[in-house]
């Protein structure tokens, strides 16, 4: 198992690097306004995430099962039973159209 150093060191071993200009062309393509400043700190933050994804990357795995959540617990769930009777026929009485029980509503879309 591989140890994970701190996020900066993780992040000056990175391979994988976004530059400053992808960052502008992303943001182009977003239409977002981003100024030198925030480009270059965005560049900064995605490069680690991306390192610390590659490091993640990098740990074997194989034999470790897949979990949906870090610690061993259960839901706790209702029984799934009807909690109201079937009144289908009592609203579909009200309604202004209905056919074969179901709701006739107008054309909205030609």
């Known amino acids: ?35 030198e400043q925030e480009a270059q700190g965005y560049a900064d933050s995605l490069s680690q995430i991306l390192g610390l994804i590659e490091q993640m990357n990098a740990v074997d795995t194989t034999g470790v099962s ?15 039973a009807p909690t109201e009777s079937d009144q289908r026929e009592k609203f579909q009485k009200v309604a202004p159209s209905t056919e074969a029980g179901l709701y006739l509503v107008p054309r909205v879309i030609e």
């Open 1 to 35: 198992m591989i140890i994970c150093p701190t996020f900066t060191e993780a992040v000056r071993s990175n391979a994988m690097s976004i530059s400053v200009d992808e960052v502008k062309k992303i943001a182009h393509l977003a239409r977002l306004g981003l100024d």
């Open 66 to 80: 897949p979990m949906a959540h870090p610690l061993d617990m259960h839901l706790r769930l209702r029984e799934d």
